[in-house]
Every structure is written in C-alpha cells, then in structure tokens.
C-alpha cells in the first residue's frame, strides 16, 4: 500500500498517538478521559482530520465481533447468577494439599475457566477467593495472584471466546471454533504447565517456609467465606409446647388434611399470625382474670370459684391448642414455599447451564459465533421470566464503545501507509516456514502487543500476516493466524500493563475490603520476564 499525503501522514499519526497513550495510560495528568473516552477521540480525530471519511468509518466497526463480545458478556453474567464461578470457589478450598497444589489448582481452573468465560470474567469473579484462600492458609497472596492471571491470559488462548483478540482472529479468519481449539489446545496445555512449574521453582522456598512457620493463633477465614459470598439465611425459632403424643399425632393428620389447600397461599399464613396473635391475647386476658378473681375471693366462695376457674381453664386450653395448631400451619406452608423456590433456583440453573453447552456445541459444530452468542444470550433472559435490565447493565458497554473507537482509529492508522510500509521491511525476515523468520515474527508481536496492546496489534497486523504466509503455502495461512493469537495473548503476560487481566487482579487485590494487598510492578515482571519467553518459544513448536 502506498503512502497517503504527507498532511494525512502527520494527522493520522497524531491522531493515532492520542489514542494510543490513552490507552495504555488512561489517567494522564494532561488528559485524565480514560480508555473508552480515548479510543472515541482518536475515532473523531480521524474523520476531523479527514484522514478518512464519516462513511469508511462506520464501515470500519466490525457488528460480527461486537456480536459475539456482547453475546458472550450476557451468558457470563448469567453463569455469575448461576454460582459457576461459585463453584469454581470450592474447586480451589476442596480438600487442598498445601500451598503448591494450590498453586497448581488455581493454574489449572484460571486457564479452564478463562477458556470458556473470558480471561476478565475469571480475574473479577476468583480474585477475592484466592485472596480469602492465602489467609486463610496463612500464606504470601502474590504467588498465587500471579498465578491467576498469568494462567487466565495463557489459558484464554486456547477458544476465539477467551479474549478480545481471538474474537477478532477467529472472525477475520474464518477459523471455526473447533479448529482453532484444536489447534491452539496443545501449546495452551503445555503453556499452562510451564507457567505453574516456573511460579513453584520460584517461590518453592517461600511457600514452604510459609507453610512450616504457620501462625496457629493468627485470624482464619471461615470455610463458608472463602467458598461463597452469600449469608445462611436465619432459621425460624420454635416456640415451646407440651409433649404429646396425642397433639403430634392430631398435628400430623391435621397437616395431611389441610396440605392440598395451603402451597403457596401466602394471604393464609397473614390470617394465621393475626389468629395466634388475638389467641395470645385472649388467652393473657383470661389468665389475669383469674388471678384476680382468686386473689379478692373469700373462704366461702371458694367451690363456686373453684368451679369457674376449671371452667375458665378449658377455652383457655382450647385456645393454646387452636394457636399450636395455626402456628404449625404457618410453619408448614412457610416450609413448603421454602422448598418450592430451592428445587425452582436449582432447575432454573441447570437450564442455564444447558443452555451455555449449547451454545459451546454451536460454536463447535462450526455455526455462526455471533448470532449463537447472542442467541444463548437472549435465551438466558427469556428463562429468568423478569425484567431484564438489572442483568443487562452489569454488561460492560464502556467496552463496546472502546472496541467502536479503536475499529476507527486503527483503521484511519492503516489509510496512512505507515503500517504497509513496516511490515514490507519486517517481511523478509519474518517467514514462518522457518525457525528464524518465525522468532522475529514472535518478538514484533511481543513488543508490539506490549507497546500498543494486543487487540491493535492484531487489527494492525492480522491481514499482513495471513497474506504473507498465504503467499508461501495456503497451509500455512491458518498457522499464521493461530500464531498470531497465541503470541499476541502470551505477551500480556509480560509485565503489569500487559493485559487488562492482570490490571483486574492488581485492582481487585488492592481494593479488596480486609483482603487487600499490592500486587507491584516489579513483582510481576520478575516472574513475567522468563514465563512469557518460554511458555510462547514452547508454545511456537505446537501450534497445528
């Protein structure tokens, strides 16, 4: 592609720039706007500067890939209410062996789940447990935050729905989702391995330490905090009768009689209480007459007396026994609900969960991503039967706009010809046919992902990378893309600022109430550094 003018050269860079430092720091003292507001001005900027006009612009936002982010946004928040990530919680507390099979643990379910759920999901809905889980084991958090993310980025490489990026690969490419798992599953497995035994040769003498020279007397967190968020709900207090065997007797058949009228019949269980509240009152009433009328009685009236305490005694019996009898009602039909909404909760769960399979089935079976997303996606509001706009609004829009701004901005970048004219130099010497060209082809991905983030990276040089490799053997064209998607999703892992994974979990560490803790930069890329460049010059020999 040849050079635009120099006036929109110079423009389109300036414009690209903006962007691109408000993307990679979004709170600069000079224009403190962030990420989403950053990518619409470089957009704007664009179009002002008319390095591209307002119609290439709108023709610039890929709807596909904007489909299948939100689709797969929706079914997460879903699966949240569902408690899957819940039960992830318990996967990492479940019968746990000692720091290092934490370790590895957390490895493991990070990288399962960021597969299917997306990297970010992982990072927001796991942070707080991991962090619970080292207190309560008394052990250093940053191992195991690093673990988290570290593995939530390597394992997000293995399906198009692990990562923005994928996403945008696995639609420019045509990949199906079955082939592009196939093919990335290998290195992701191994990269995940790799990743675990580089955080335990690290940190083995730490972890052991920590687990020799544990605290006893130091503060642990409960079993029930670190595997869900939720509180026991109160159990109702029973108030104190007489044991019969006649009364339970008459309540069971009592109960039998009456249980075909009462589920559900909330109107009743008001009447009830109204009713035993009454009776108690009749029945304090009546007792205090009767300790009046023995305390002014005289010896001569004291048969008559006698006489109408007995007879008083017995409405006051019938009324207890009328109260015993409304309040093992009310109990009944509390009980019953009580169950109907548990086995309603569990049913209404299994659906979403079959209804996420199926959606992972599609996309195996090689069907439209976007439209099986977003059709999971509507299924999923259509079985809560409620109003929709609470779940909806826990979707990251701010995201969707970002990805509107950067399809514009990048692609106002590439009108220019500078793109073109550094790929024709880095060409020649980044062949994937062989062991050389494929380094150098790694290392400008790395460097680049890590400069201008991973998803302009991909949108800058996806097409290039194809074309060239196209043009050595149409096998190799998939290979390229795959590639593409591995290295550009393992280089996040390069230091802090590298993904927004790791950015979530330095976040939620720190901000994270009784819990927090301070995952540094230098932290990370002391272990980020030598785990990036193995698990991806390792991962390079397996992509198919």
Known sequence: MAMASTVKVVLG??????????????????????????????AMLMVIFQVITPEVAYDAIDLPILGLLFGTMVVSVYLERADMFKYLGKLLAWKSMGAKDLLCRICLISAISSAFFTNDTTCVVLTEFVLKIARQHNLPPHPFLLALAS????????????????????VDSKISFGNFLIGVLPAMLVGVSLNALILLCMYWKLLSIQKDTEDAAMEVVPEEEVVSHRFSPATMSHLTSLNSQEWNSTFESMNVQTSPNIIGNTGHIEALRNRISSTENEIH????????????????????????????????????????????????????????????????????????????IALLMGLNMSWSAITAALALVVLDF????PSLEKVSYSLLIFFCGMFITVDGFNKTGIPSALWEFVEPHAQIDHMGGLAVLALVILVLSNLASNVPTVLLLGARVAASAAAISPAYEKKAWLIL??????????????????LIVCEQARRSPHLGYNLSFWNHIKFGVPSTLIVTAVGLMLIK
Not at 19 to 24: G, I, K, M
Not at 151 to 170: C, E, H, K, M, Y
Not at 485 to 502: D, Q
């Open 13 to 42: 860079s300036i414009a690209f720039a903006i962007f691109w430092v408000l993307a990679v720091f979004p709170a600069v003292p000079f224009l403190p706007i962030g990420r989403t507001a950053g990518s619409l001005l470089g």
């Open 151 to 170: 593995s939530a980025n390597i394992g997000s490489s293995a399906t198009p729905i692990g990562n923005p990026q994928n996403l945008v690969i696995a």
């Open 285 to 360: 009433e009546a007792s205090s007459g009767e300790f009046e009328s023995a305390r002014d009685s005289n010896a001569s009236k004291q048969v008559t007396d006698d006489g109408l305490s007995q007879r008083k005694e017995k409405p006051t019996f019938a009324m207890r026994f009328s109260s015993m009898k409304a309040l093992d009602l009310m109990q009944a039909l509390e009980g019953k609900e009580e169950v109907t909404a548990r086995w309603k909760g569990m049913l209404w769960k299994t659906c979403v969960y079959l209804i996420t399979i199926g959606m992972l």
């Open 386 to 389: 409620k109003d929709a706009r």
């Open 485 to 502: 998607a591995w290295v550009s999703t393992v280089a996040g892992n390069l230091s802090l600022l590298g993904s927004a994974a790791n």
